[in-house]
Nanobody
Framework: VQLVESGGGSVQAGGSLRLSCVFS????????MGWFRQAPGKEREGVAAMHTPGGSTYYNDAVKGRFTISFDRAKNTVYLQMDSLKPEDTATYYC??????????????????WGQGTQVTV
């Protein structure tokens, strides 16, 4: 399983970015896709997650109303639209996939496969 993120970069506060994560999942079963971030000196935290069969979404309170996760099954791509960015959103962002339950959708240890990350600087 391979996950490759793109779309990171530098943006002014109040701006927007859209992250993409293309994954190859041949022969692999998953039911959640998630976005996580890690700032220097801080633990990795869950940002957003989606139950891909049903479409339910979950967000960290810090990004609710500003970030949107979406999934294009035909393109094997998960997106993270980030609006109204703040300096505290600066981090390396990772996408991940796994088989898990809703209660742990924003917990990094629940995910099995990870991308390499893309840097976002606000």
């Amino acid at each position: 399983v391979q996950l490759v993120e793109s779309g990171g970069g530098s943006v002014q506060a109040g701006g927007s970015l859209r992250l993409s994560c293309v994954f190859s999942a041949y022969g692999y079963t998953y039911n959640y896709m998630g976005w996580f971030r890690q700032a220097p000196g801080k633990e990795r935290e869950g940002v957003a997650a989606m139950h891909t069969p049903g479409g339910s979404t979950y967000y960290n309170d810090a990004v609710k109303g500003r970030f949107t996760i979406s999934f294009d099954r035909a393109k094997n791509t998960v997106y993270l639209q980030m609006d109204s960015l703040k300096p505290e959103d600066t981090a390396t962002y990772y996408c991940a996939s796994g088989v898990l339950g809703a209660a742990v959708a924003l917990m990094s240890r629940s995910y099995k496969y990870w991308g390499q990350g893309t840097q976002v600087t606000v």
